[in-house]
């Protein structure tokens, strides 16, 4: 069955040495060799895949920061501590997650 939407077709021969090693970096990256390849051509860099705790770890910071966002509208209510210093604490645990999306290419998990 032809692939309407990739219609060429390439056959590659590799050696054993590196059809291993083309499998281990699509296995790490997370892709299928197929989808490895077209990534490369692209010309995408990539990170080894998250690790499974990468997932949990984000839940944890967001929790975090929606902790911390209720504990400032607290604050703010009753003037009980310096609001900006929390929000500077919230920034950071935002400036966090935004480094682990990116370093490890998470899409829609924001």
Do not use: C
Request: no cysteine.
């Amino acid at each position: 069955m032809e692939n309407r939407k990739r219609p060429v077709k390439l056959n590659v021969r590799f050696t054993e040495e590196e059809f291993a090693a083309l499998k281990q970096k699509a296995e790490e990256a997370g892709f299928s060799m197929n989808d490895f390849i077209r990534k490369l051509v692209a010309g995408k860099e990539f990170n080894s895949r998250p690790p499974q705790e990468a997932n949990r770890l984000l839940w944890e910071l967001y929790t975090v920061g929606s902790d911390v966002r209720r504990f400032l509208a607290k604050v703010d209510e009753v003037r009980l501590a310096d609001a900006n210093q929390m929000r500077k604490v919230l920034a950071h645990v935002y400036l966090a997650v935004d480094k682990i999306v990116k370093f490890y290419h998470i899409e829609g998990e924001k």
